[in-house]
C-alpha cells in the first residue's frame, strides 16, 4: 500500500491553521471516496514552533501513518516573519522546508512558497542538489503573492491546497464544497478566486511523478475523527452525563468534547481547581447517581490516584481516561509515548482493583469507552481507559452507521426503593450496601435520597452496613469480595462472542508481534508487510490490561516460537506485564522499543523484526531492541 | 414523581432520628469538642425538618471525620481534605439533597485548602463545618494550620514560626456567602447558626471552634465567649464585606489572646452555583440523578446531531 498512497505532509508554524488545512483536505479526500489517515506533530505552544501534519489516503482502509511521505507542502512560518524579529527566531521561518526534508520519499514532491522562503534560503539548503539526489520534484509558488491579490495572508494555505490539487490531479469543487459550507460574503469568494488560482498557476509543472490518488467510493457515508470524539461519544451513549475535569495536554480534548455536548445533552461539565477535585467530583456525581467520568494525562493522573483508591474501596463506579504523553515529570507535553501503563494499573495505595482498557482506534474507543461504563456501573468499580497522544492526534475514517446504536443509560447494580423496602438492613435501618455473602463480590448500592437505603461509605476498611472495622475476618471477607469483581469481570468478557483482543495474520502462523493500545495498527501493517515479503508471522494487539486476558494471550504465545512485543516507552511494561501474568514465555518474548515521542512508522517495526529474527544489522533511528531474558 | 422519596419537603423528625440505634458509639475522648458538633447538627435538622434519607453528610480524615459514623443519615466517610469536592458534586448531581461537608481545621485549611478556596469562590449551595481545634489530634498533637505562632509540638519543637491561617478571612476572601464562627462551649448559639447556615442559599462556611483536651486546650479556655451580635462593642453590618472583614480580623487576632469571638460575621444574598449554571443553560432543568429512573426521559445519543461535523 506503500506506491499508490498519497502521503501528503503540511508544514508551517504553530498558529498558522495548519491544522485546521489539514483536515479540510483529509475531509475533500475522504469525501472522494478515499479512506483517510492523519497524523499530527506539533510543539507545546500556543503560536511559533514547527508543526506539521501528514494527511495519508488510499482506496484501501488506512490505518496508520506512512513510511516517511511522498508530498510537502512548505508553508513557512508566519510567526517567524517578522524581520524585526528575525534574531529572536533564528532560523525558525526555514524549518518548515529544512526539517521536512529527511523522512521525504525518493520522488517526491516539494511545493514551497516562494514568497516567503528567498533565493538564499533555498541555496543555504542545497535544495537542487538534494532534490537531483532523491529525484524530488521542486515546485516553487509564490503562495504569499496568490494569497493576497484576492485575500489576504492567512489564504496561503488555501493556495497551497489549490497547487497540490493541480499537481495530483485532482478536482477542486470538493474543496470549494468544503470552504462553501466553512465560509460566507467576501471571505468565501477570496478564498475561492485564491484556490483557482493557485490551481492554474500549477498547471505550469510539466514533470511525471509516481503519487497518484486512486479513486474510491464510500458505500455509505462516512466521517473524520479522532479517539476523542470516540470515546466522548461512547460516553455519551452511555449515559454519562456529569464530567470534571482541568486542562492538560492531551486530555483536554475529550474534555472539551464533552464540555461543549452535555449541556444539550441534560448533562454537568465542570472544570475544576485541580485533577484531585476533578475526579473526586466524578466520585461524588456518581455516588449521588449520575454516570461521570474525569481524566487527566499522566501528571494530572497522579493527582487523582488518591480520589482513584477511594472509588475502589468504596466501591463507586466512575470511568477515567488517561491521555498518555511522553513523561516522567512535564516530559515531552505534546509528543506521544506508552509509559503510563504501569502508573494507570498501579497507582494509589493498596492491591489495584480496576478495570483498565487500552483502544487502538476509534471502532475500539467507542466500544471500549461504552464497555468501560457498563462494568463500572454493573460491578461498582473504577475503569480507565488509556488512549494517547498519537491517537488523540489522528483522524480517520469511520463509517457513521457504525454510531447507529442503542443508548444504555442503565445505572447498573443500583437497588430501587421497592427493592430497599425488601432488602437486608441492620437493627438502626441502614441498609446493607457492603454483604460478604454475593457471589460475583458485586453488591447492588442505593443513592442517597432513596428511601430505606441510607447507609455509611468510607475509605475505611468497613463491614456491612460501612461502618469502619479493623476486624481481621471481616477485613480478609471484605478484600476477597472486591478483588472477586475482577475475577468476574474476565469471565464476562472471556464469554462474550466480542473480544477486545484483536488478532490478525495467518492462524498457522509460527512468528509473532504483540502489542497494546494505540500501537496496534501500525503493528498490522507491519505484519502484512512482513507475510508479502515471505515470512510467516500473525499478530496480537491487547486491549484489555486489567483484569488481564490470561487466556487468549496463553493461547497467541502457545502457537509462535518467537514473539516481538512492540511498545513506545523504555522499560517494556506491557511485556514485563504480561511475563507476570502468565509466569512464563520469558524465552519466547523480545521487545522493540520506541520512546523518542514520535509513533512507529511501519517499516521500523518490519526492520526490527527483521533484526531479531535474523540477527541483521540493528535497526536504524532511535529504536532500541531487548532480546528474551528468559523468565 | 421523584425516584427518592427520602427526599422531603417537610418531616416530623426528633434528634433520635438522626442517631445510629446501634453501635458505633463516638470514640471521641471525654470533654472533646467535637460532640456539640454532633449535637447541634442533629437540632439544626430537626428544627429544619429534614430527614435522614434526604441528608448527605461528606467528612474528611481525622476526629471530625467520624462524625458521618454517628450521625444517622447517607454518610460519605471520604479522603483527607477532599470532602468539598465531593460533596459539591453530589448536590449538582440531586439538588433536592441536602449536603453538608465537615472536617478538621488541618483537613480545610490546609490539606484542602484550595478545594476550600474554590468552592468559597463557586458559592455551592452546600454547608461547610469546619472542626477548628487548633491541632492535629487524632495523629496526637502536631501544629495544625490555626496552632498560634509559638505553638510547640513534637513536629515543631521549638515553636511554631508561622503564623497562624485567618480562617473567616480566608473565607470572605475566597467568596463564600455566608461566614459564621460558633464554639462547642455554647451549643444553643451553634445550633442556631447552623440551622441558618444549611438554610443559606449558597456556600455557608461554619468555623466551630471544638476544643482538644488531650493535645490541646479544654473546654475553660473558650469561655466566656462573646456573641458579637449581643456585644455593644461590635456594631457591623454582616453584608457589608469591609465592615464583616475589620469583625473577622479582630476575632481571629483576638481569639490568641484568650477572648472567643463569635456569631455572624457575613451574609450576602446571591444566586448559588447552580442557580448561576442554570442561567447560563448549562444546569439540567430535570436533575441529572432524576433522569436515569425516569421511564419518559429520551436518552439522546452521539448519532443524533453530533456526526454531521465529521463528514
Not at chain 2, 13 to 22: H, I, M, Q, R, Y
Not at chain 2, 23 to 40: K, M, S
Request: glycine share 10%.
Amino acid at each position: 500500500m506503500t506506491g499508490e498512497t498519497l502521503m501528503w505532509r503540511i508544514a508551517g508554524g504553530s498558529g498558522d491553521g495548519i491544522d485546521s488545512t489539514s483536515q479540510n483536505f483529509a475531509k475533500a479526500l475522504m469525501r472522494a471516496g478515499l479512506h483517510v489517515f492523519t497524523h499530527r506533530h506539533y510543539p507545546s505552544r500556543i503560536r511559533g514552533g514547527h508543526t506539521y501534519v501528514e494527511v495519508r489516503a488510499s482506496d484501501e482502509p488506512v490505518r496508520s501513518r506512512g513510511d516517511g511521505f511522498n508530498f510537502l507542502l512548505a508553508l513557512g512560518d508566519s510567526f517567524a516573519r517578522n524581520p524585526d524579529d528575525e534574531a529572536y527566531y533564528g532560523d525558525e521561518e526555514i524549518k518548515p522546508l529544512s526539517e521536512n526534508l529527511d523522512e521525504l520519499n525518493e520522488g517526491g514532491i516539494i511545493v514551497y512558497d516562494s514568497g516567503i522562503f528567498e533565493d538564499e534560503v533555498i541555496e543555504s539548503l542545497n535544495l537542487e542538489e538534494r532534490a537531483e539526489e532523491n529525484n524530488w520534484h521542486l515546485c516553487p509558488v509564490n503562495l504569499r503573492e496568490i494569497a493576497r491579490e484576492y485575500g489576504r495572508d492567512v489564504m496561503r494555505n488555501t493556495a497551497g491546497v489549490g497547487v497540490t490539487a493541480a499537481l495530483i490531479g485532482m478536482d477542486t469543487h470538493y474543496f470549494e464544497e468544503l470552504i462553501g459550507e466553512a465560509m460566507s460574503g467576501d471571505i468565501k469568494e477570496a478564498n475561492i478566486n485564491v484556490l483557482q488560482s493557485a490551481y492554474d498557476r500549477a498547471s505550469e509543472f510539466e514533470f511525471s511523478h509516481d503519487i497518484e490518488v486512486p479513486s474510491g467510493d464510500h458505500e455509505t457515508e462516512h466521517g473524520l475523527m479522532s479517539c476523542s470524539h470516540a470515546i466522548s461519544y461512547g460516553a455519551l451513549d452511555s449515559g454519562c452525563r456529569f464530567i470534571a475535569g482541568y486542562p492538560m495536554t492531551p486530555w483536554t480534548d475529550v474534555f472539551t468534547i464533552m464540555s461543549q455536548n452535555l449541556p444539550a445533552f441534560d448533562g454537568i461539565s465542570e472544570q475544576v481547581e485541580d485533577e484531585i477535585a476533578a475526579a473526586a467530583l466524578a466520585l461524588g456525581a456518581s455516588h449521588a447517581g449520575a454516570k461521570a467520568m474525569s481524566g487527566s494525562s499522566g501528571g494530572g493522573f497522579a493527582l487523582m490516584s488518591e480520589p482513584l483508591g477511594l472509588a475502589e474501596m468504596t466501591e463507586t463506579p466512575v470511568v477515567l481516561v488517561e491521555a498518555m504523553r511522553a513523561g516522567p515529570s512535564t516530559g515531552l507535553p505534546t509528543k506521544t509515548e506508552q509509559s503510563d501503563l504501569e502508573h494507570v494499573l498501579y497507582t494509589s495505595q493498596g492491591d489495584s482493583c480496576r478495570v483498565v482498557f487500552a483502544p487502538a482506534n476509534v471502532r475500539e474507543a467507542y466500544e471500549q469507552t461504552r464497555l468501560a461504563f457498563d462494568l463500572a456501573y454493573d460491578y461498582n468499580v473504577p475503569a480507565i481507559v488509556v488512549y494517547d497522544q498519537k491517537t488523540q492526534g489522528e483522524l480517520r475514517t469511520v463509517p457513521l452507521e457504525f454510531f447507529d446504536r442503542d443508548p444504555s443509560p442503565e445505572l447498573g447494580a443500583v437497588m430501587t426503593e421497592d427493592e430497599l423496602a425488601e432488602a437486608a438492613h441492620d437493627a438502626s435501618g441502614k441498609f446493607k450496601r457492603y454483604r460478604h455473602d454475593v457471589e460475583d463480590g458485586s453488591n447492588p448500592r442505593s443513592i442517597p435520597g432513596q428511601k430505606g437505603g441510607r447507609h455509611l461509605v468510607t475509605g475505611n476498611e468497613s463491614q456491612e452496613v460501612g461502618h469502619i472495622s479493623e476486624d481481621p475476618d471481616n477485613r480478609k471477607a471484605q478484600m476477597d469480595r472486591r478483588l472477586q469483581k475482577l475475577k468476574s469481570v474476565r469471565d464476562r468478557l472471556d464469554s462474550s462472542d466480542e473480544s477486545n483482543q484483536t488478532f490478525h495474520g495467518p492462524d498457522e502462523a509460527t512468528l509473532g508481534l504483540m502489542t497494546w493500545g494505540s500501537t496496534q495498527d501500525t503493528v498490522f501493517e507491519a505484519a502484512d508487510r512482513l507475510n508479502a515479503d515471505g515470512y510467516d508471522v500473525k499478530a496480537l494487539g491487547v486491549s484489555d490490561l486489567m483484569p488481564y486476558p490470561e487466556q487468549e494471550v496463553t493461547e497467541f504465545l502457545e502457537s509462535v516460537d518467537e514473539c516481538l512485543v512492540v511498545e513506545m516507552n523504555a522499560t517494556g511494561q506491557f511485556r514485563g506485564l504480561t511475563q507476570k501474568e502468565l509466569g512464563r514465555f520469558g524465552d519466547k518474548l523480545s521487545s522493540l522499543l520506541k520512546y523518542d515521542g514520535e509513533p512507529f512508522e511501519p517499516r521500523e517495526i518490519v526492520e526490527g523484526f527483521e533484526s531479531t529474527l535474523d540477527g541483521a544489522e540493528p535497526p536504524a533511528g532511535n529504536l532500541v531492541l531487548e532480546p528474551a531474558a528468559g523468565d | 414523581m421523584s425516584a427518592f422519596t427520602g427526599i422531603t419537603e417537610d418531616s416530623e423528625s426528633d434528634k433520635e432520628a438522626f442517631t445510629p440505634g446501634v453501635e458505633p458509639q463516638p470514640t471521641w475522648c471525654p470533654g472533646c469538642g467535637d460532640f456539640a458538633v454532633l449535637n447541634a447538627l442533629k437540632g439544626a435538622m430537626v428544627e429544619l425538618g429534614r430527614s435522614p434519607e434526604e441528608v448527605m453528610l461528606v467528612t474528611g480524615i481525622g476526629c471530625s471525620g467520624k462524625l458521618s459514623s454517628y450521625f444517622e443519615s447517607y454518610g460519605y466517610h471520604s479522603i483527607h481534605g477532599r470532602s468539598l469536592p465531593i460533596a459539591r458534586a453530589a448536590k449538582l448531581a440531586n439538588p433536592g439533597l441536602e449536603v453538608v461537608a465537615a472536617g478538621g481545621d488541618g483537613d480545610g485549611y490546609g490539606i484542602g485548602g484550595n478545594h476550600f478556596m474554590h468552592t468559597a469562590r463557586e458559592n455551592h449551595d452546600i454547608t461547610y463545618i469546619v472542626f477548628n481545634n487548633e491541632i492535629f489530634g487524632l495523629t496526637k498533637g502536631q501544629t495544625s494550620p490555626t496552632s498560634p505562632k509559638g505553638h510547640k509540638s513534637k513536629t515543631q519543637p521549638s515553636g511554631s514560626a508561622k503564623d497562624p491561617v485567618r480562617p473567616l478571612s480566608l473565607s470572605l476572601a475566597s467568596g463564600a456567602s455566608y461566614v459564621a464562627r460558633t464554639a462547642a462551649t455554647n451549643p444553643r448559639q451553634a445550633q442556631e447558626i447552623l440551622a441558618e447556615a444549611i438554610e443559606h442559599d449558597g456556600f455557608a462556611h461554619v468555623d466551630f471552634l471544638t476544643q482538644c483536651p488531650t493535645w490541646n486546650k479544654d473546654a475553660k479556655e473558650y469561655v466566656p465567649y462573646t456573641d458579637v451580635q449581643q456585644s455593644d462593642e461590635f456594631d457591623f453590618d454582616v453584608s457589608d464585606r469591609r465592615e464583616a472583614s475589620d469583625a473577622m480580623y479582630d476575632a481571629e487576632s483576638r481569639l490568641y489572646e484568650g477572648e472567643v469571638l463569635t456569631g455572624r460575621f457575613f451574609v450576602q444574598e446571591r444566586p448559588s452555583y447552580d442557580a448561576e449554571k442554570r442561567q447560563t443553560g448549562e444546569m439540567p432543568e430535570q436533575a441529572v440523578a432524576e433522569q436515569y429512573f425516569d421511564d419518559s426521559v429520551e436518552w439522546r445519543r452521539a448519532a443524533d446531531g453530533l456526526l454531521e461535523k465529521h463528514t
